[in-house]
């Protein structure tokens, strides 16, 4: 009963403090330290509650050996006694007799209480030892699962950090996936084959506006010719050229 008092507020605290850890785990690692800390403290409450139960047991193996010690020294005074008594009854001192039997009775009669509450106490002694070992024993299984939780304390924390790593990943690859920077590139590529259609088309026009103005230039000088031929041709200076 005490064992099952004991380790089951234990357990029930131990489990109570893992799942709230497990459901708030943020940070895995310090998680996984408070874990430590709970095991450690519950480990703690454990030794301090077998402590207890241990104490009483040495309290009653003192009683018990003390139950012992007097029922021997109770025996060992009835021997006394009843070896004076058949001293004086031999001496012929009858009287004296009768009174160191009666000291030799009431000693037994000690012996015989003494006896009786060593003989209620050891039961309950074994029990008790039972009981002390296998706290002992749970606590030492206790003991070597928080060793076992600290040894693998750095592999879990590690993997949890691989494991986010990759989460981080993938997050990223679908975040790529989504955007798709090819089509950017194709957005960013029509938008310098436009600006590079104005620039031709800029350089076009620019050109064709140059011909244009020579060709105004040209025409110019037709009609200047002719004013010049117009003017020759009143004064009468044109047959006079073509003749010469």
């Known amino acids: 009963m005490t064992k099952q008092s004991i380790f089951g507020r234990i357990s029930a605290l131990v489990r109570a403090n893992v799942n709230a850890a497990i459901d708030a785990a943020e940070d895995p690692q310090k998680m996984i330290d408070q874990l430590v800390r709970d095991y450690s403290a519950s480990i703690a409450d454990a030794e301090a509650a077998i402590a207890e139960t241990i104490g009483n047991l040495r309290l009653l193996e003192r009683d018990y050996a003390e139950d012992v010690d ?32 009666n000291l030799a009775k009431v000693a037994l009669q000690r012996q015989i209480s003494a006896e009786n509450e060593a003989k209620e106490a050891a039961p309950t002694i074994a029990t008790q030892t039972e009981v002390v070992d296998r706290l002992k024993a749970g606590l030492q299984g206790m003991k070597e699962k ?73 025409n110019l000088g037709e009609v200047t010719e002719v004013e010049a031929r117009l003017a020759a041709l009143k004064s009468g200076t044109t047959q006079q050229a073509i003749d010469r």
């Open 70 to 101: 007097t029922a021997n020294e109770w025996g060992r005074k009835a021997v006394a006694a009843s070896r004076k008594a058949d001293e004086m009854r031999a001496g012929g001192n009858a009287a004296d007799a009768d009174k160191f039997d």
């Open 146 to 218: 928080l060793e076992q939780l600290k040894a693998k304390r750095n592999e879990l924390v590690a993997r949890a950090k691989v494991a986010e790593a990759q989460n981080r990943v993938a997050d990223a690859v679908k975040s790529v996936d989504f955007l798709d920077p090819n089509s950017e590139l194709g957005r960013f590529e029509d938008k310098i084959r436009r600006q590079e259609a104005l620039a031709q088309g800029k350089q076009e026009l620019a050109a064709s506006s140059l011909d244009q103005q020579f060709m105004e230039l040209e």
